[in-house]
């Protein structure tokens, strides 16, 4: 098995619906995500998948939430648009475009800061 992964970053604001401190004021963050994939065989060429279409799917992925109001976004309606369920949101995502028989998104990684960071992995 094989774990590849690339970062990338967005910028949007957002608030924490129900939360009793500051960021439940509009507030906004750079965030930084990893987003990595686990391969279970190399192809012809001895590659995993291409960085290439990972960081491209990737890219795709987090224009829909690049420079937005996430509380405004339909997946964020009903859940908060926490680190948590960002990292999940783009899990989700990620995965319908990538899934196929030898590769699988294995986890996302948010960083609203340098030293605040949420990881979704399945099971």
Known sequence: MYELSVTSRFAAAHQLRNYKGRCENL???NWKIEAAVAVTELDEIGLGIDFTELK???HEVLEALDHKMLNE???FQKDNPSSENIAR???ESLSKRLNND???VSR???WESDE???TYQPG
């Open 27 to 29: 507030h906004g963050h």
């Open 56 to 58: 491209a799917a990737l």
């Open 73 to 75: 976004l339909s997946m």
């Open 89 to 91: 949101w783009i899990f």
């Open 102 to 104: 030898r590769v699988t």
């Open 108 to 110: 996302v990684t948010t």
């Open 116 to 118: 605040a960071r949420a």
